[in-house]
């Protein structure tokens, strides 16, 4: 009798922290519409899948706690999963995206709910198509704010935006990796990089407006969350005459620390304080790559967006002074002083002991070049 009681107990106990946990929680729904779009970014016209019309697709913005909906309609030529990228996915596997693992493509013409929920993160993330290249334009912002009653674990930012580091092909994204497996080289790279699915003005785009542009009012403390949703490239992200202060890495909160320059790798997320302090005037946020590997072809242009002051009478913004592209001691100095924030409401223990050793192999997918052919890949194959 006794035994009962307590499972009798135990039972109410979990439906009424389950009840509390989500009492504070929303349903978030909405719809993606992935279908061709027509572009210029660089001088021409150019097809390419999109969500929404847009690039970056519509930016998600959510509470921890929260349920996401998505109904996701592929209206593109091709088969289409979404991936949400860093979402734990707990109990929700199935949600995650990744063609052929997780899910089946959403093939052309039909359509996939996607459900699950996002307890026990706050952040910055993001989502993007998981077949083949879609991801190099079909992609956006997943925001996790501190659920009600909850705060920020510094001084709430008078404003907050995003920036979104990209690759533009002057190509359709899947021609570009379907020449690279035929061939076994390296896949060709990008024409351009951008900001907010702009090259910025240091390009000729022949479009006007090409350059994304963000106000700000002198003393605001401004949150930015700078994600790279690029397929091949890290970067180095500065912002003329400021400083930043890193505040936060793929939806983990860091101890804070002060900067003038970030690097952030392909499908990783930086949150960083800004305080709008420098006299009235342009100031280029600029990133351009970090590649340390030898021999290996990547282009060197830089993408801009522009951090602009009231009544500035500049026409050109001031441009930072970025690393050099094989600059590692930066790189390393950067990686090396992101630490977790031990008070943050999810921060768990490192283990400090080894339970298992693992042995690891891992094959190149080499094959055979035909007889007629000249390949690209290691050992001409």
Not at 297 to 304: A, E, I, Q, V
Request: net charge negative; aromatic share 12%; with cysteine.
């Amino acid at each position: 009798m006794v035994r009962r009681s307590l499972i009798a107990f135990g039972f109410v106990l979990a439906i009424f922290s389950l009840s509390c946990s989500t009492a504070f929680a929303d349903t978030v729904e909405t719809s993606f519409h992935v279908r061709n779009l027509t572009a210029n970014r660089l001088c021409q016209n150019q097809v390419i899948p999109a969500a929404n019309d847009s690039i970056p697709g519509p930016a998600l913005t959510v509470k921890e706690g929260d349920t996401v909906i998505v109904h996701v309609f592929n209206e593109s030529p091709y088969n289409l999963t979404i991936h949400w990228h860093g979402v734990f996915q707990r109990l929700t596997q199935w949600a995650d995206g990744p063609e052929f693992v997780t899910q089946c493509p959403i093939m052309p013409g039909g359509n996939y709910t996607y459900r699950f929920n996002l307890t026990g993160q706050e952040g910055t993330l993001w989502w993007h198509a998981h077949s083949q290249w879609l991801r190099a334009t079909v992609y956006g912002s997943l925001i996790i704010r501190p659920r009600d009653g909850q705060n920020y674990p510094f001084a709430q930012p008078d404003l907050e935006d995003t920036i979104m580091l990209g690759e533009w092909w002057n190509a359709n994204p899947n021609d570009v990796e379907n020449a690279a497996l035929a061939n076994g080289s390296a896949p060709t790279a990008a024409d351009a990089y951008t900001i907010n699915g702009w090259p910025g003005d240091l390009f000729n785009s022949c479009v006007s407006n090409n350059t994304y542009r963000l106000d700000v009012v002198p003393g605001q403390t401004l949150l930015l969350r700078i994600i790279n949703a690029a397929l091949n490239t890290q970067f180095f992200f500065k912002i003329a005459n400021h400083n930043l202060t890193v505040v936060a890495v793929d939806a983990a909160y860091t101890n804070h620390f002060q900067t003038d320059v970030v690097l952030v790798g392909p499908g990783q997320t930086t949150d960083v304080l800004v305080t709008a302090n420098q006299s009235s005037g342009l100031y280029y946020m600029a990133a351009h790559p970090y590649a340390s590997a030898v021999a290996v072809p990547f282009n060197t242009n830089t993408t801009t967006a522009i951090l602009a002051y009231p009544n500035a009478t500049q026409t050109t913004p001031i441009l930072p002074d970025l690393p050099a592209f094989n600059d590692t001691p930066t790189a390393f100095t950067f990686s090396s002083n992101l630490t977790a924030l031990v008070t943050s409401r999810f921060w768990s223990s490192v283990p400090q002991t080894v339970d298992e050793n693992m042995f690891i192999t891992f094959g190149l997918g080499l094959s055979a070049c035909d007889a007629n052919q000249t390949c690209g890949g290691i050992f001409a194959q």
